[in-house]
């Protein structure tokens, strides 16, 4: 099979990064993370970017994210949609959003983000309890793996036709292409959801090779 997708590193990322329109505080946010431990948590550039480009594409106003880390994807979103749009954040991590939130600020576009720090699973429960179905535009998903099938779910039911669920790092690294009888728990969900979510009809489905893995899904 002739591969077609160079991959994205060296003098190539950076030519890429030179000609791109990333957001100065997005950049800025991005530099910030990139040394810590847990860096490779992030979002890439070209990710976040898409995310704003398809948030553009289809007017959203309201955007949900399960998992925000340090706080890049949710910045895109606010960025995105303008003053008038509005960003529900879950986790868990106080000290991880304690760095989004001041990026945030520095940004102007902290008014404009609910963080909510509690599982996702409880707040997508709430929010479904409180009349939102069919209300987002959008729901990312960028968090712990075993969850994903239920995250998927729930981000259903809260879209409206048309809306976008989009699930970060569905490749894990390769690993879901190599089955073994010892792989992580998280792996074997992530590659049977991946098939499962071929085969839903409820959905048009497209799995971009970017980053670990982007899975973009539109409600029907």
């Given amino acids: 099979m002739t591969r077609t997708t160079l991959p994205l590193d060296g003098p190539l990322a950076d030519y890429w990064l030179s000609i791109?329109?990333?957001?100065?505080?997005?950049?800025?946010?991005r530099t910030a993370t990139q040394d810590h431990r847990?860096?490779?948590?992030?979002?890439a550039p070209?990710?976040?970017?898409?995310?704003?480009?398809?948030?553009?594409?289809?007017?959203?106003?309201?955007?949900?994210?399960?998992?925000?880390?340090?706080?890049?994807?949710?910045?895109?979103?606010?960025?995105?949609?303008?003053?008038?749009?509005?960003v529900t954040a879950c986790d868990v991590s106080d000290?991880?959003?304690?760095?989004?939130?001041?990026?945030?600020?520095?940004?102007?576009?902290?008014?404009?983000?609910?963080?909510?720090l509690q599982p996702a699973l409880r707040t997508?429960?709430?929010l479904l309890a409180h009349g939102a179905a069919g209300s987002y535009d959008c729901v990312f998903v960028d968090a712990d793996k075993p969850?994903?099938?239920?995250?998927?779910?729930r981000a259903l039911q809260l879209l409206r036709p048309g809306g976008l669920v989009i699930l970060d790092n569905m490749l894990q690294g390769g690993s879901v292409a190599t089955a073994q009888d010892d792989e992580a728990p998280g792996i074997r969900?992530?590659?049977?959801?991946?098939?499962?979510?071929?085969?839903?009809?409820?959905?048009?489905?497209?799995?971009?090779?970017?980053?670990?893995?982007?899975?973009l899904l539109r409600k029907r």
């Fill in 124 to 126: 997508m429960d709430d």
């Fill in 46 to 86: 070209e990710q976040g970017l898409l995310l704003m480009f398809l948030l553009r594409l289809i007017g959203a106003q309201r955007y949900l994210e399960v998992g925000t880390f340090t706080g890049y994807s949710a910045l895109a979103a606010a960025l995105a949609m303008g003053e008038t749009g509005r």
């Fill in 189 to 215: 969900i992530v590659r049977e959801l991946n098939e499962q979510l071929r085969d839903d009809e409820r959905v048009e489905h497209c799995m971009l090779p970017l980053g670990d893995g982007m899975t």
């Fill in 38 to 43: 847990l860096g490779k948590m992030q979002l």
């Fill in 147 to 153: 969850p994903y099938p239920e995250y998927y779910e």
């Fill in 95 to 116: 000290t991880f959003t304690r760095v989004a939130r001041e990026h945030w600020q520095a940004a102007g576009v902290a008014e404009r983000i609910a963080l909510i």
């Fill in 20 to 29: 791109s329109r990333e957001p100065a505080a997005m950049i800025q946010l």
